[in-house]
Each structure stands twice: as structure tokens, then as C-alpha cells.
């Protein structure tokens, strides 16, 4: 995150635009739990003071393991997201990179 906030040709609109929520499962950490829940309860947009997630002006990449790459497709297609791709800009994707489906 450090890196997009000081880059030279992205820097300005990262500071701007991009929000970074780290959570993690297994250790005691600032958020803890998945990040679905954080989304669900509404803690995610309360502790950072933003709004919640709308597709008419957020745009979002998920990355992680199948279960979570999958929970979060269904969560964010119920809010109205849709996937988007190579050929067909949409308002979510999903790292594929390692990822096995």
C-alpha cells in the first residue's frame, strides 16, 4: 500500500482513492476475522469511515484462497457488482493468479 501512495505516476490519485484493510484469521492482529464479516456487519465501512460498498462508485480485486475468492464473488454479486474481465470491463475482478477453481 506504502508503495502505490508514493509512487511518482500513481501516487496522487492512491492517496486519494485507494483504501488498504488488513485482517487477518489465524493471530491476534489490529482486524481480525474474514473480511466478508467485516463487510456483512457494516465494521469494515465504520472503522475506515467510508460508505458502504456501491457499485456506482467503487470498484474492487479480490484475491485469496477458493473459499474466500467465492464468498466474495456471491457477496458482492448480491450487492449488485459484476465481474469483469480482459474483454469486458465490470466492477469487481478476481486475481487468478493463484488461484485454482
Not at 474466500?68 to 457477496?75: A, E, F, H, N, R
Amino acid at each position: 500500500m506504502k508503495a502505490a501512495h508514493d509512487s511518482e505516476f500513481l501516487g496522487e490519485y492512491a492517496r486519494e482513492k485507494l483504501v488498504h484493510y488488513p485482517t487477518v484469521t489465524r493471530e491476534p492482529y489490529l482486524n481480525n476475522g474474514r473480511i466478508t464479516a467485516a463487510i456483512e456487519s457494516g465494521q469494515l465501512f465504520e472503522k475506515l469511515g467510508v460508505p458502504a460498498l456501491d457499485p456506482a462508485h467503487d470498484r474492487v480485486m479480490i484475491c485469496g484462497g477458493p473459499q474466500v475468492l467465492s464468498d466474495l464473488q456471491t457477496l458482492l454479486d448480491q450487492r449488485g457488482f459484476e465481474e469483469g474481465s480482459g474483454g469486458a470491463p465490470g466492477t469487481y475482478v478476481i486475481e487468478k493468479a493463484f488461484a485454482e477453481r
